[in-house]
């Protein structure tokens, strides 16, 4: 292991970049921080690296950073610290070598890896799904995968690891997750906003709770029916702010995004699909909405559409966030509630009628209430969760009487675990 990780240290001053099977250019460092990338010669006009950079002869430079589209999948958080303290003593571990370690195995069709180091050298870890999630120690075997690899290019402050599925048609890839001790229940926290969000209409991947609470798994939905990997870009990437500025975005910059890259009712239905997931999240107390959360999926520059919702969380039922404001905002303002501003942007910008808001409004409401019943059943089958599944019933509760705004109340009560 030490000769490899040297091997990658000496080799991470330039990197290969794929495109699926296709080499299609390299990336180096540049100067002090800095850093190109630049096509080979004869690259498909398709193979393009990222939809910021299409295929061109001159090169894309950015003189004191890795260049966005590279910064995507670099670990945060929770994995850029183990990645450290584990490789720390044989690794330097700035962004250009972290990006050598974990990029043959990100989210998104683009593959970073050393100068001449096979595309596939850092192979997923197999993993048998189903049998994980009904595992009574769930907890402890996720711990265990985390700490056997971690080289895996995928974001997030908290712990993840991409896997696998083990005997699956088309061997379906899965990110596993887990919270920690100032997160109680994130797990089921996550798998339930998830819920309220996908009986609301809202688009969301394949996701599964283990039995025990302690793990979500979320299916990737950056590969398609035949398992060929789809490109993913997060408005992150999109607006070329680097990953510490994830909470510095508007609205109305994504909506430029969605205008530069999609087309027709894709670009209508992203735009659409976005304000629901605004009022969404202002209903279910998600204030960590960030850039990275939301994204564009394609499979050539001619189908770009929005990426389905995912790391939705109810934030405000943790006391550390209960006074948190929402990450995103709409015309200057970080709104806690829908109101003119918001309605006005969604009609000016999206093309939304006050019927049609109001109808969006009615959806949310009737999601959060077919989850929140769930939640209930859940809470009472497992008591541990109980204090925070009624925390969050509370939250969604009070956010359903803020989208009667458009005149929509709930039709019943939420079930209180």
């Not at 050598?100 to 799904?129: C, E, K, Y």
């Not at 929005?306 to 934030?315: G, I």
């Not at 089958?381 to 599944?389: D, E, L, S």
């Not at 009624?390 to 009667?404: D, F, P, T, V, Y």
Request: with cysteine.
């Amino acid at each position: 292991m030490t000769d490899l990780l040297a091997k990658v240290q000496a080799n991470a001053h330039r990197l290969d970049v794929y495109v699926g099977d296709h080499r299609v250019g390299t990336l180096e460092r540049q100067g002090a921080a800095g850093s190109v990338f630049a096509y080979l010669p004869d690259v498909g006009r398709n193979d393009f690296a990222s939809l910021l950079m299409p295929v061109r002869l001159e090169s894309y430079a950015v003189p004191s950073a890795l260049i966005p589209t590279f910064q995507q999948n670099l670990p945060e958080g929770f994995l850029r610290r183990k990645i450290t303290e584990r490789f720390g003593k044989v690794l330097a571990t700035d962004d250009f070598v972290l990006l050598a370690l974990t990029g043959a195995n990100p989210i998104g069709r683009q593959r970073v890896v050393p100068s001449g180091f096979a595309r596939n050298w850092a192979g997923p870890l197999q993993v048998d799904i189903d049998a994980l999630m009904g595992d009574s120690k769930a907890g402890s075997l996720f711990a265990e995968l985390l700490d056997r690899y971690i080289g895996f290019g995928v974001s997030g402050a908290l712990p993840k690891v991409l896997v696998q599925g083990r005997a699956t048609i088309h061997d379906e890839h899965w990110i596993l997750k887990a919270g920690d001790d100032k997160l109680p229940g994130l797990a089921v926290n996550e798998f339930f906003t998830m819920r309220a969000a996908q009986c609301a209409g809202l688009p969301v991947p394949q996701f599964k709770l283990a039995e025990n609470g302690t793990l979500l798994a979320v299916k990737r939905f950056d590969h398609d029916a035949l398992g060929n990997a789809l490109g993913f870009e997060d408005f992150c990437a999109l607006l070329a702010m680097p990953p510490e500025r994830k909470y510095g975005g508007t609205m109305e910059r994504i909506f430029k995004a969605i205008d530069a890259y999609a087309d027709g009712p894709r670009r209508l239905e992203a735009k659409e699909t976005l304000v629901a997931a605004h009022l969404f999240c202002m209903a279910a107390g998600n204030t960590d909405a960030h850039l990275k959360n939301f994204g564009l999926v394609y499979a050539d520059a001619s189908d770009v559409r929005l990426a389905p919702m995912f790391d939705m969380v109810t934030t405000k039922v943790y006391p550390q966030y209960k006074n948190d404001i929402p990450a995103i905002s709409v015309a200057g303002k970080k709104l806690q509630a829908p109101d003119k501003t918001f309605v006005r942007f969604a009609q000016e910008r999206a093309g939304l009628t006050q019927a049609r808001l109001r109808e969006m409004a009615q959806r949310v409401a009737a999601g959060l209430e077919e989850a929140s019943a769930e939640m209930a059943v859940h809470s009472r089958a497992h008591p541990a969760f109980k204090p925070i599944g009624a925390g969050m019933a509370r939250e969604w509760a009070a956010g359903i009487k803020l989208l009667s705004y458009f005149d929509a109340p709930p039709k019943r009560a939420l079930s209180a675990p």
